[in-house]
């Protein structure tokens, strides 16, 4: 990750989250919190899993926020980054991923019947939606690691697992 050394990078105002969550997110990735440059750089060195329990590298989802606010303002494009246009340009890449797997049937874990060329199309799909959700939730000035932390939370306890083990109804059928 980045050295100390560097002068940390200025949040954009719309990005700056207050909420107790943001806070504590801050102060975990203090250490962390670097230019766009060392961002890039910390991308590239650890673009891959890096143990056998992971499947995604540490990339952090500020790091990517704060590359993609660099691509934006460089191109002088947050003019066009509404939420809503950013909602709808993200809905767009939803379809561009169905599309690869639009009329192929059930396809396995691991896409073992798609081609390395679509496989690698799913991974830059997947990421264009990533990108436009860490840019939405950003907008929205809604903190999104710790939101979906807390939703995960919050649907851990509307479905107990010994409740609803290997069951898949909906919750309101437990109650
Ligand atoms: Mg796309």
Redesign the pocket.
């Known amino acids: 990750m980045s050295s100390a050394a560097n002068a940390p990078s200025e949040t954009p105002e719309y990005a700056q989250i207050d909420d107790q969550a943001s806070n504590q997110n801050k102060k975990s990735t203090n250490g962390m919190k670097n230019t766009s440059h060392n961002a890039a750089a910390s991308s590239s060195a650890s673009a891959t899993a890096n143990s056998k329990n992971s499947h995604f590298s540490n990339i952090t989802f500020e790091e990517l926020r704060q590359l993609n606010d660099k691509f934006i303002k460089e191109r002088n494009w947050d003019q066009f980054h509404s939420p809503r246009n950013v909602l709808l340009a993200m809905v767009g890449?939803v379809g561009?991923l169905a599309e690869i797997f639009q009329w192929k049937g059930e396809v396995s874990e691991g896409l073992p019947e798609l081609s390395p060329e679509e496989r690698e199309h799913v991974g830059?799909?997947v990421s264009?939606i990533l990108i436009y959700l860490i840019d939405f939730a950003s907008r929205c000035k809604i903190d999104l690691p710790a939101a979906a932390m807390k939703k995960m939370e919050a649907n851990a306890r509307k479905y107990p697992a010994d409740k609803v083990y290997g069951k898949a109804n909906k919750y309101t059928d437990y109650q």
């Open positions: 890449e561009e830059q799909e264009d």
